[in-house]
């Protein structure tokens, strides 16, 4: 099954500032990278997402990359928020794998104000 | 349609005892996933559907636990025998095809005494 990994499992940023977590999976077959969010007490929501084919996408403030040589893909959240506070799961994919969306711990952003 | 819907949202029942939740996901989805999801934890995959065909369950699902999916619309998952470790939320959640948006119930919080 695939392995993920987030880092860090918490991070903690001045609102107007960056930030970037990053993941780690070990399926080289795995072809479809999601983040999800989720709020205290709500259900896991997604943000953004990027396939394989492609390197980058960008919606607003909100940016991943992806790196499948070294198999990576890494969050981006300019300009953060008060409202960007919340729990973060990335949530590799693999087409035909056995574990379907397989989470990773979390990383828990926290915007300081 | 209102998205994906799980009842109940909350159950507490005394261990030893069998309890059955049900999710209902959006109409045209094919895909359905169960998860579950402990306190500091991302989504812990338990099992997934295609239509009515339960094609994959996880390695971690004892034989206590059960799911259905009649006609590919709404899915039980029924725990027996209920263990105080078997306390978290689970979590629902559907898809149109693979490697797409999974869409995430409110979930059912287990707490077994």
């Known amino acids: 099954g695939e392995n993920v990994e987030q880092h860090p499992s918490t991070l903690s940023v001045q609102e107007g500032d960056s930030a970037v977590i990053k993941c780690t999976y070990s399926?080289?077959?795995?072809?479809?990278f999601p983040w999800y969010k989720q709020e205290l007490g709500k259900r896991p929501q997604l943000i953004i997402d990027?396939?394989?084919?492609?390197g980058e996408k960008k919606d607003q403030r909100i940016a991943v990359t992806l790196n499948k040589t070294a198999k990576h893909f890494s969050l981006h959240i300019t300009e953060t928020q008060p409202e960007d506070s919340a729990v973060y799961f990335c949530a590799p994919f693999t087409r035909g794998g056995a574990d379907g969306l397989t989470f990773g711990k979390g990383t828990h952003l926290i915007i300081q104000p | 349609d209102t998205g994906v819907s799980q009842d109940p949202r909350h159950k507490i029942t005394k261990r030893g005892q069998n309890v059955t939740f049900r999710c209902d996901p959006i109409?045209?989805?094919?895909?359905l996933y169960w998860y579950r999801q402990t306190l500091g934890q991302g989504p812990e995959f338990l099992t997934y559907f295609q239509n009515e065909a339960q094609l994959e369950k996880s390695r971690l699902l004892s034989d206590r636990f059960s799911a259905e999916r009649p006609k590919g619309s709404f899915s039980t998952l029924e725990i027996q025998r209920t263990e105080q470790g078997d306390s978290a939320m689970y979590l629902c959640a559907s898809s149109f095809v693979l490697d797409t948006e999974a869409f995430f119930g409110q979930g059912t919080r287990l707490t077994v005494v």
């Open positions: 990027i396939r394989s084919n492609v």
């Open positions: 109409s045209e989805h094919n895909r």
């Open positions: 399926d080289s077959a795995s072809n479809y």
